[in-house]
């Protein structure tokens, strides 16, 4: 039976989870947008994030902390990957770049793995997340609350950067025409790090404040990752607004199959990319490219 | 000492060698044309200088200084320009941010309003998306953004091509004003009347060799350049 106050909940964890898929599949898309990488790799970094974040808590018991170290560790560990590896593979053909970025996803989960072993692990929520707040229509975790408030001050944050500075002017550019960009005398190699390592800290800071709703494991990633291209193509690729339509309408498409049919929920989610895709091939919010 | 020196480059695509030993300067002040027939190769010619493509051989001196080899963005800041043939707007970008974007890595910039003097569309759509203008409009801007970085040499490839006689006018006439007032130029264009009408000096390529250089004058009194490689 559908109840309204189970339907007003599963539209809440469909925002909450949308909102997580946005801030993931952000990084993802303008890294594709710029870099013309379809990063693999991007899940174990959302992975690897939830894991920072943990033994940050765990060490610390300050979840503010947690949030700092974790993004701060992949944002490390993004830049390190970019100069040490993927920027070598800008020029290379596409298949080259997903089996480099395939195999180094391949490689940092199983060294997690090795570290931590395979048994899920939960961060606890923050003190101040405990409990539930009354929404009106229902009550509600008080930290799902927070983590939407979370990762829309940090959404808030991101847009201001693309659209009000000029590094995000040079990114808008470079999502569509890297080489006219390089022409007008803008180093974008240097850019391209920039964006990559962001991308990456934006994938570890959804880790860690996701930790406490789901499980920690290192195969965490890979679901993520698989919504998050759906995010993309339902959005358009380089698109921050369809990043965001994308992501929520992923969210609500899943939570509300799970509502009335668990086992179809990824069905339908596929089934909503797959319309889209009929219906305007580009996504939602596209545009067009030159590589 | 040139503006810009180049020393028997050699070019190709791949396996496809395009530049054969082509030789050229272009001195301070000066407009220049770069003639021939399709595929001749003069694009190739301004994407070597740009650094959108590398030589083999040769070398490309920019006030001396050896240029081959760098990055674009190395050479646009040794203050030389490429307008390129497809003029690459980019069309997520309003007409002020494709200009704000241009001007950024500019040692000495021009201000907004300078640009919209010379160009007063652009002003009139500077909140216009790059994607939302017309041709001549998006040529007008490819042109602006090699201005708002008083960029030392400008290389304009078929400034001209697809547009409309009046605005094909219009920018002739900014083109004047920019060669009266002391900028260089090299011109690639299929009109050759109105490149011969800017130019002081031209070169004329065929299949990737230079052919011929000279005054304008010279070529317009050389019928058999003309017929041979430039077909009029
Ligand atoms: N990307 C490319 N890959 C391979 N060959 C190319 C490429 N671009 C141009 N060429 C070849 O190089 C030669 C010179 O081309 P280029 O574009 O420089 O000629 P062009 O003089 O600018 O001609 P047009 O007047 O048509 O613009 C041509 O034979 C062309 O087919
Ligand atoms: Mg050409």
Redesign the pocket.
């Known amino acids: 039976m559908v109840t309204w106050a189970l339907l007003w909940a599963q539209l809440f964890n469909g925002l909450v989870l949308g909102a997580l898929l946005v801030l993931v599949a952000m990084g993802l898309t303008i890294v594709f947008g710029t870099l013309g990488i379809v990063n693999f790799a991007h899940g174990a970094l959302y992975m690897i994030g939830a894991y920072a974040g943990y033994v940050a808590f765990l060490h610390t018991q300050s979840f503010i902390l947690a949030m700092v170290s974790g993004a701060a560790v992949v944002l490390l560990i993004g830049v390190i990957l970019e100069r040490g590896l993927i920027r070598h593979y800008y020029a290379r053909p596409p298949e080259d770049q997903i089996l480099v970025t395939f195999g180094l996803a391949i490689v940092l989960i199983e060294i997690v793995r090795l570290i931590f072993g395979g048994i899920s692990r939960r961060t606890d929520e923050p003190i101040w997340g405990n409990g539930v707040v009354n929404l009106g229509l229902l009550y509600y975790p008080r930290y799902q609350v927070e983590v939407l408030g979370i990762v829309t001050l940090v959404l808030i944050a991101l847009y201001l950067v693309l659209y009000r500075t000029k590094i995000g002017l040079i990114v808008r550019a470079g999502i569509e025409d890297p080489l006219m960009v390089n022409i007008l005398g803008i180093n974008v190699t240097r850019t391209f790090l920039l964006v990559f390592g962001l991308g990456a800290m934006a994938a570890g800071f959804a880790g860690v404040i996701n930790a406490p709703i789901v499980s920690v494991d290192p195969d965490m990633g890979a679901p993520i990752l698989i919504q998050c291209f759906v995010v993309i193509v339902i959005g358009g690729v380089g698109s921050f607004w369809g990043a965001v339509a994308g992501g929520l309408i992923a969210g609500e498409t899943l939570s509300l199959t799970t509502m009335v049919a668990p086992d179809y929920a990824q069905v339908m989610l596929f089934a909503a990319m797959a319309f889209i895709l009929i219906v305007r091939p580009q996504g939602l919010f596209g545009v067009k490219t030159r590589q | 000492m040139s503006l810009l020196e180049i020393d028997a480059i050699n070019t190709y695509y791949g396996e496809a060698h395009v530049l054969f030993d082509i030789s050229l300067h272009v001195e301070q002040n000066e407009v220049v044309a770069l003639l021939g027939r ?1 595929g001749a190769g ?2 190739t010619t301004l994407k070597t200088i740009m650094g959108v493509l590398a030589p083999q051989s040769g070398a490309i001196r920019v006030n001396g200084e050896p240029v081959q080899g760098l990055a674009p963005y190395q050479i646009a800041r040794r203050g030389v320009q490429l307008v390129p ?1 497809e003029r690459r707007i980019i069309g997520a970008l309003t007409v002020e941010e494709n200009l704000e974007l241009a001007a950024l890595s500019a040692p000495q910039r021009w201000s907004l309003s300078r640009i919209y003097q010379i160009f007063p569309r652009l002003g009139e759509r500077r909140k216009n998306h790059g994607n939302e203008l017309s041709g001549g409009e998006q040529q007008m801007l490819a042109i602006a953004r090699a201005l708002i970085r008083d960029a030392k040499l400008i290389l304009l ?2 400034p001209f091509e697809g547009l409309a006689p009046l605005i094909v006018r219009d920018l002739l006439k900014v083109c004047r004003l920019l060669a009266d007032e002391g900028r260089t130029i090299i011109i ?1 264009e299929q009109n050759v009347a109105a490149a011969l009408s800017l130019a002081q000096r031209c070169y004329v390529l065929n299949n990737g060799h230079m052919v011929w250089e000279g005054t304008g004058a010279a070529l317009k009194a050389d019928p058999d350049i003309m017929q041979t490689h430039l077909g009029i």
């Open positions: 399709n003069k694009t043939e490839d078929e690639v």
